[in-house]
């Protein structure tokens, strides 16, 4: 048992440090197996198909995600008082910021595998999401519509979507605008500076009035 998990995790770093240099589509199973030092036969026994394999490092790095904010919001909310958006975007940072903390690679990883969730044609992987996450993180949604501009559901679905994109954009392309900021500033900002850096403006976007004109709360 022991060689078999052994083995299995062998696999999904060697696929991790693939995905993130080369993304997923691009990355043959022979490289994974070549790097794991595996043979094919060993990848389908522990996960089937390339997809099984995707969906198990999407596992690996949605599950501590999906702890940090599960337990950063559970105790929050021992705390009666109402929770605003800062502090519910301040927990989604810091969840982000462990899951960049499991390797070089994690983050931009994970962000390849949301970008990939949106791409036609990736229905299975969209469902593994939906089915076995969108349950953990609906308290955090659910905060996160309180304390949103009055708007309708569907606008808040985009809304959603645009604070979602914003976010992949910039950890995709975190080591290219690194080079662009320290080309034209002389500087260089860590990953958590980043991050506290994304709050104000997604929060802002949040709250800002909706489509349809509803009277600002006080």
Not at 8 to 27: H, S
Not at 131 to 136: F, G, I, P, S, V
Not at 162 to 176: D, R
Request: net charge neutral.
């Amino acid at each position: 048992m022991k060689r078999r998990v052994k083995t299995a995790t062998r696999i999904i770093l060697a696929a991790e440090a693939l995905f993130a240099e080369q993304g997923f589509t691009e990355t043959t199973m022979r490289q994974i197996t070549s790097a794991a030092d595996v043979n094919l036969a060993a990848v389908n026994y522990h996960f089937r198909s390339k997809q099984g394999l995707v969906n198990a490092v999407c596992e690996r790095l949605m599950e501590p995600l999906c702890a940090e904010i599960e337990t950063a919001l559970a105790d929050r909310l021992l705390d009666s008082s109402p929770v605003r958006i800062e502090e519910l975007l301040e927990i989604l940072m810091r969840a982000l910021l462990n899951v960049s903390q499991i390797n070089t690679y994690s983050l931009s990883v994970f962000m390849r595998l949301l970008e990939l969730a949106y791409m036609k044609n990736q229905e299975e992987l969209r469902e593994f999401f939906v089915t076995e996450y969108w349950h953990r993180l609906q308290a955090f949604l659910d905060c996160l519509r309180k304390d949103a501009a009055p708007m309708e559901d569907n606008e808040f679905f985009w809304r959603l979507h645009f604070l979602l994109g914003s976010i992949v954009f910039t950890l995709s392309n975190y080591h290219m605008l690194l080079t662009l900021e320290k080309s034209s500033f002389k500087d260089s900002a860590e990953i958590e500076r980043i991050l506290h850096r994304m709050i104000p403006v997604l929060a802002a976007g949040m709250q800002a009035r909706g489509e349809k004109i509803y009277f600002s709360r006080i």
